[in-house]
């Protein structure tokens, strides 16, 4: 079903190709014929399958298996168009985009057709909310194995359902992502974007995921008004989906009073303030006006894991390169659209750290982690340090590998950080202002793994690698 959903998404940029440029029709048709082939012959087999027989093992494997089989599909315009010239580079740049890394091999995207552009920025909107949250949505019968699919696909520590049935609250939170994408479409389009721009602009803006449709990134326009309006839909987009649904329904002290979204305005607005100091210190962008509309840019694309540019960020040193690997590290909130460790988690682990320092001076004392008031379980801690040691174990695995393939030290530090965060450029020559298509094929495909288990939470997909998970 999930095939047959998305070739109905292929089409839209099959509209596009018909509309606008044929250059793209053919592999977009081909593509699309083979993903509705695919979702008929599984549809086919597995008729008589008991859909309601869905346990954690199996919502596991679903989620998994959703987003490789359909990045391996989803790459079949870029590569049967000619557009990538290998399957290593397609499926690369596929999976950075359902992800919504935004991480990209194309070193010029201006000189690809429309409906191509289309379905790339097509690619990261839906990975966004999820592409498994959409087909709970739209396919209530999934029953029980329906939570089982939303807790294994939705970035967050604790799931809040402020709706009793799962498929309300996928469908609502689907309404609310198609809302202020509409918006920011109408935004981008009064400055001096076009629809088109605008549109996958919106798309790449909305899900934190940072294809964009001009080589120079958002630098392109260089527009102030365009740089602010993005700026504030990039930490809308790291900010938690169900408190935006209780803003719009009038429920405003839900998003004010909750904590995680306090650490993370009063964190980010922090750093864009560090970060335009620096900048004017150094010298290195002395006008305050310039400094600030650049570095909070930067600091939002960056903790938002969206990974717009409108600027070299290697060129600002050392230091802002530490504050870039911060922000990819913490990241957005639970519940958003973001990667990363998320603030919630970098909130508990900071809460506990200052507890253990009160035990060393009160070793008989009970000190829990509050949060919103309400004392969490043992359990959630221990499960979000257990998911920070992990993720960081990962990515240093991830950086021993690329440098066993040969890829320099900076490179793999910033390759590893992005990939794992979902944010999209590196350091070094995967900076803004260069891409991954340089880096070898295993390094590629190393990176390609990281998106997907820091896109679905670690455990989703790591799990499958335990031999115990095979096991009646």
Not at 72 to 80: D, H, K, R, S, T
Not at 110 to 120: A, H, T, Y
Not at 208 to 234: E, H, P
Not at 402 to 424: H, K, P, Q, R, Y
């Amino acid at each position: 079903m999930m095939f047959i959903l998305e070739t109905m998404f292929m089409l839209l940029a099959v509209a596009v190709a018909l509309f606008d440029d044929e250059r793209g029709l053919t592999p977009l048709l081909l593509s699309s014929g083979i993903m509705l082939g695919c979702g008929l012959l599984f549809s086919i087999i597995g008729f008589k399958a008991n859909e309601f027989n869905v346990g954690r093992r199996e919502g596991m494997l679903i989620v998994t298996f959703t987003w490789i089989s359909v990045s391996l599909l989803g790459m079949f315009p870029f590569y049967l168009g000619g557009y990538v010239s290998s399957i290593t580079d397609a499926f690369f740049e596929t999976m950075s985009g359902f992800t919504t890394t935004g991480s990209s091999i194309l070193t010029n995207v201006e000189v690809l057709p429309n409906s191509i552009l289309f379905w790339r920025s097509l690619t990261q909107w839906q990975g966004g909310i999820g592409m498994i949250v959409f087909t709970v949505a739209l396919l209530p019968a999934l029953g029980g194995g329906a939570i089982v699919m939303f807790n294994a696909e939705t970035p967050g520590i604790i799931h809040e359902r402020f709706l009793p049935r799962i498929a309300q609250v996928a469908k609502r939170l689907w309404y609310i992502y198609v809302f202020l994408t509409l918006i920011l479409t109408l935004l981008l389009w009064a400055g001096p974007m076009t629809l088109f721009d605008a549109v996958n602009q919106a798309m790449t803006t909305m899900s934190t995921g940072g294809y964009s449709t001009k080589n120079a990134s958002i630098a392109y326009w260089n527009s102030a008004y365009i740089d602010y309006v993005i700026t504030i839909f990039m930490c809308i987009g790291a900010t938690n989906m169900s408190l935006i649904y209780f803003l719009i329904n009038g429920k405003f002290s839900k998003l004010f009073k909750d904590e995680e979204t306090t650490w993370f305005y009063v964190f980010t607005i922090g750093t864009m303030l560090l970060v335009t100091g620096y900048l004017m210190m150094r010298n290195i962008i002395p006008d305050f006006g310039q400094a600030f509309r650049l570095a909070s840019f930067q600091v939002a694309s960056l903790i938002s894991t969206t990974g717009f540019a409108t600027a070299n960020y290697i060129s600002w040193g050392p230091f802002f390169w530490n504050i870039a690997i911060i922000l990819m590290l913490i990241c957005g909130c639970a519940g958003s659209t973001c990667g990363g460790l998320k603030m919630g988690r970098f909130m508990i682990l900071t809460k506990n750290l200052f507890n253990e320092f009160k035990k060393r001076t009160h070793p008989h004392a009970v000190v829990p982690v509050c949060v919103n008031g309400h004392v969490l379980a043992g359990e959630v801690v221990y499960r979000v340090l257990s998911f920070a040691f992990i993720y960081l174990a990962l990515v240093v695995t991830g950086c021993l590998v690329l440098m066993l393939d040969g890829v320099g030290f900076e490179e793999s530090i910033g390759s590893a950080f992005t990939a794992m965060g979902n944010v999209g450029p590196g350091l070094g020559s995967v900076g803004p202002a260069g891409n991954f298509s340089a880096l070898p094929d295993l390094s590629k495909w190393v990176l390609s793994f990281l998106m997907m288990v820091g896109r679905l939470e670690i455990f989703t997909v790591v799990t499958l690698l335990i031999p115990g998970f095979w096991k009646q």
